[in-house]
């Protein structure tokens, strides 16, 4: 009879010491740190500079007729055709007959003789009502991985092939954001670091006008502070390879701004270091410059994420549907009312001693995004989460599809791959998965434009009422 054949044991049986021993290598000192983030480093610029042009540049790939008419403009291809043909002065594209391909500068003056000359009936530019600011928008949640940088740089790339013109600030010192935009950042000094010390250091220079009034003896200002000073906006801002997008990147030491900002709260107490970020973008004309702003957070409800958060007029906070994402999130909605009510609690204690109007935080919408979404194995995890968050979660779940994996291998998005690298129907697919994305935080931001201007119209009314 024969014998049934021995099924193995795991393989964590039998492991003999010391061969284990042997497979350690020497013992691990400091410096071997450095050396691994030396050999990292080398791997990420060459890595990052896949999608780059021969000359190590990044740039914006071109956009065929059939992409311009389907995705951008909405115009057919022959009406286009027969534009180009009647106005030679308007950009003509490479390439003859049929197949021409355009930059995006080139589309976006298309866009703007359309929208002079074309259909009252279409829209070749997007919304945004006159007199109204940028609205910011943070992309935040405090559980890495989830797709914060993704999500955050499909929306700034959408919203620039839709004709806004975006900001992205990067407040992630890991700067993955950074990489995608092809930003340079030799130091912190390129980064939101000195506009928060600037902040800080007017706050300090107006706090010390009072103590010279009073007698008292000023508070000092440090190097630092004293060279933030002198550093503007338009000092840390950059161009990146889009023609509408601009980037205030991140780079590994902005981090130290996670310390330094409780150093300088404890300096001078009545420091808002919530509002620094807000008023570096106020006070910079960014507002009107820009149609939107879009914030990368770091994986963590930090002093960087705070000032994020206390900036943006929408949250979007994306999760995995996955019990653990499900439960962080909800963890990271718990800390922002924590810490956002704390802050309130705090401030209008000041506020009523003095006599002043309370504060009070609020964001025209906040909504959870699930991303990187398998319907095949988890629809009903994702059902719970929608009925739990409700009204706070978008209506779109973010499929992860195979085009998305590639454009990250190449550190770009999906909006820079080529479609003549994939089939029709994979570039299709892929791109729907942002484009509806885009859509429901299109609707988001128009609408909150419309309230914002119906809201001013009317106080405007009242206050020629009460003239009259």
């Known amino acids: 009879m024969d014998?049934?054949?021995?099924?193995?044991?795991?393989?964590?049986?039998?492991?003999?010491?010391?061969?284990?021993?042997?497979?350690l290598g020497p013992i691990?000192?400091?410096?071997?740190?450095?050396?691994?983030a030396a050999f990292a480093g080398r791997g990420r610029v060459d890595l990052a500079k896949r999608g780059y042009a021969p000359d190590g540049k990044k740039r914006l790939r071109k956009f065929s007729t059939w992409e311009v008419c389907r995705y951008l403009i909405p115009v057919a291809p022959a009406h286009l055709r027969r534009v180009l043909n009647k106005h030679p002065e308007l950009p003509q594209g490479e390439g003859q007959g049929n197949s021409r391909w355009f930059s995006l500068e080139e589309i976006l003056i298309l866009r703007d003789h359309f929208a002079e000359e074309g259909s009252s009936a279409k829209e070749y530019r997007p919304y945004r009502p006159k007199g109204q600011p940028a609205k910011i928008t943070a992309v935040a949640n405090f559980k890495g991985g989830v797709g914060k940088t993704s999500t955050a740089a499909h929306l700034?790339?959408?919203?620039?092939?839709?004709?806004?013109?975006?900001?992205?600030?990067?407040?992630?010192?890991?700067?993955?954001?950074?990489?995608?935009?092809?930003?340079?950042?030799?130091?912190?000094?390129?980064?939101?670091?000195?506009?928060?010390?600037?902040?800080?250091?007017?706050?300090?220079?107006?706090?010390?006008?009072?103590?010279?009034?009073?007698?008292?003896?000023?508070?000092?200002?440090?190097?630092?502070?004293?060279?933030?000073?002198?550093?503007?906006?338009?000092?840390?801002?950059?161009?990146?390879?889009?023609?509408?997008i601009d980037l205030i990147g991140a780079q590994l030491n902005l981090y130290w701004a996670e310390f330094q900002i409780p150093v300088w709260r404890m300096g001078l107490r009545n420091w808002p270091l919530w509002d620094a970020l807000t008023s570096a973008l106020s006070e910079s004309g960014a507002l009107d410059d820009y149609d939107v702003i879009i914030l990368d957070t770091p994986p963590a409800l930090g002093y960087l994420t705070i000032n994020a958060?206390?900036?943006?007029?929408?949250?979007?906070?994306?999760?995995?549907?996955?019990?653990?994402?499900?439960?962080?999130?909800?963890?990271?909605?718990?800390?922002?009312?924590?810490?956002f009510a704390s802050i309130e609690d705090g401030e209008n204690t000041a506020r009523r001693r003095a006599g002043l109007p309370e504060m009070k935080f609020e964001w025209d919408v906040v909504r959870a995004i699930i991303t990187r979404f398998d319907a095949s194995q988890q629809t009903d995890l994702a059902n719970v989460i929608q009925a739990y968050f409700g009204d706070m979660t978008n209506a779109y779940r973010q499929d992860y599809t195979a085009?998305?994996?590639?454009?990250?291998e190449t550190v770009s998005g999906i909006y820079e791959a080529d479609y003549?690298?994939?089939?029709?129907?994979?570039?299709?697919r892929g791109r729907e998965t942002f484009d509806r994305t885009y859509a429901e935080f299109k609707e988001m931001l128009?609408?909150?434009?419309?309230?914002?201007?119906?809201?001013?119209?009317?106080?405007?009314?009242?206050?020629?009422?009460?003239t009259a």
Do not use: C
Not at 420 to 428: A, G, K, S, V
């Open 3 to 23: 014998k049934k054949p021995e099924i193995p044991l795991p393989p964590y049986f039998n492991l003999n010491p010391e061969a284990a021993a042997a497979k």
């Open 28 to 36: 691990v000192d400091t410096a071997r740190f450095a050396r691994a």
């Open 156 to 244: 700034a790339m959408s919203a620039a092939l839709d004709g806004y013109k975006v900001l992205v600030i990067d407040l992630d010192s890991q700067g993955s954001m950074t990489s995608i935009l092809g930003g340079d950042v030799p130091d912190e000094w390129r980064t939101v670091f000195p506009l928060l010390a600037r902040d800080y250091a007017t706050h300090l220079e107006a706090e010390n006008r009072v103590r010279e009034a009073s007698g008292d003896p000023v508070l000092p200002l440090d190097e630092t502070l004293t060279e933030a000073l002198q550093v503007s906006f338009a000092d840390v801002v950059q161009k990146t390879h889009w023609p509408n």
């Open 309 to 339: 958060l206390a900036a943006a007029d929408i949250i979007l906070v994306p999760l995995g549907a996955s019990f653990l994402e499900f439960d962080s999130t909800g963890r990271f909605f718990d800390m922002l009312y924590s810490t």
């Open 403 to 408: 085009m998305v994996g590639q454009a990250g």
């Open 420 to 428: 003549r690298d994939f089939n029709r129907e994979t570039y299709t």
């Open 446 to 466: 128009i609408g909150a434009w419309w309230r914002d201007e119906q809201l001013a119209k009317k106080e405007a009314g009242h206050g020629e009422t009460q």
